[in-house]
Every structure is written in structure tokens, then in C-alpha cells.
């Protein structure tokens, strides 16, 4: 299903402590939209709960944890334990071998159902990602704006559109110094899976 011809770099920005690729074709319109079907319709979606200056709320999006070889994952204070991996998960994660030449054991999901569902600031550091963690992120469904910054360099902040099929790798330091977001926004927009594979020490 996935895209056997070498993707193409779409964009490589110069970025301060860090190093970022996006691959806007990375899979077919026409696989990515099956890609997208299958997993709306056959993952087990949850909507978790989480602690914030003392106060409980549902995350803002669903999610699922998938890995072949993990027993727990924690992050964000949650402690999930993973499904096993598909055949659609495995297809995409040999795909983004090849390109990234990184290595990963899990990947998460998140679907977010509408622009009221979001990913507030962050950088994917858990201790379990050791120390400069890559992450492969592919999207699907409808395009949502990615925000970046620098932690300490205010000039540095960055939006960008992820497109249906792409793929964002975020290698080097990015995790150190940056952080990034899926804001919500008040634009009616159709569902989107986003899967990041990562790989945990």
C-alpha cells in the first residue's frame, strides 16, 4: 500500500540546534486515504484522562499505543500499555526505515476528530526516549497547521501545513531545544490521524 518510488524532500529548513525533513508525498492521496480509512475504523481509540495543576481533564484527542516488543510506555504522566503492531502499521514503519535510516520499536496514534481537538506545547523527551530521540511523524485525513519554536531563541518559531500522506522527521537535538503543537482552531475540518513512531530505550 505504501509508495515504492523514493519519496521527495519537500522541505529541509536551517533550524538552530536541530534538524528537521518533510516528505509532502510521502504516501499516494489514494493509499493514504485507505491508510486513513482502515485505521479510523479497526484501531482501538481511547480518550484518556490527564492531570493538569492539580486538575483532571480528557485529552483534547483520542490515541493508541501499538509496539511488538514493549510491555509499558509512559509519557505525560500516562502509563499505556500497547496493542500489538498490524500489518498496516508494520508496512508504513518499513517504509520510514528507509528513509529516515532510524530505528524505532512503537508508535503512537492520535486521531483528532475536529479542529476542537488538539496537542498543546511539547517535545517528545520522556527519559524512555533517551537522549535525542528521531521521530517520524506521518499524517492522514485532513491537513492540520504544525507549530515549532526554539526553547530559548524567541526569533525561532515556525508554522507549517502536514498534508494528507506526509511524512515529518524530527532528528538532532529537536526534542532539547524545541517544542511543537497541533492547536486547536475554529476552522470545520474533517478528522486526521497523525502516527509517530519513535523508539524506546
Known amino acids: 500500500m505504501a509508495t515504492n518510488n523514493p519519496p521527495s524532500l519537500r522541505w529541509q529548513p536551517n533550524l538552530t540546534d536541530a534538524k528537521l525533513r518533510y516528505y509532502q508525498n510521502f504516501i499516494s ?19 484518556d484522562d490527564v ?8 485529552q483534547p484527542r483520542l490515541t493508541s499505543l501499538h509496539s511488538s516488543s514493549l510491555s509499558t510506555y509512559t509519557y505525560s504522566g500516562l502509563t499505556l500499555q500497547p496493542h500489538p503492531m498490524t500489518d498496516e502499521l508494520l508496512e508504513l514503519l518499513g517504509q520510514i526505515r528507509k528513509v529516515s535510516q532510524h530505528d524505532y520499536n512503537c508508535v503512537l496514534l492520535n486521531l483528532y476528530r475536529d479542529g476542537d481537538d488538539s496537542n498543546g506545547w511539547h517535545a517528545d523527551n520522556e527519559k524512555e526516549l533517551g537522549k535525542h530521540p528521531q521521530i517520524a511523524s506521518l499524517s492522514f485525513g485532513a491537513n492540520r497547521f504544525f507549530h515549532f519554536k526554539h526553547r530559548k531563541i524567541k526569533s525561532e518559531r515556525y508554522k507549517m501545513e502536514l498534508h494528507n500522506g506526509s511524512l515529518l522527521l524530527m532528528e538532532g537535538a529537536m526534542q532539547e531545544h524545541w517544542l511543537h503543537q497541533i492547536p486547536k482552531t475554529k476552522k470545520p475540518l474533517q478528522p486526521r490521524i497523525n502516527l509517530t513512531f519513535r523508539k524506546i530505550i
Open 29 to 47: 492521496e489514494h493509499n493514504a486515504n485507505r491508510y486513513f480509512k482502515t485505521f479510523l475504523e479497526q484501531i482501538p481509540w481511547q480518550q
Open 51 to 58: 492531570k493538569i495543576f492539580g486538575k483532571v481533564y480528557a
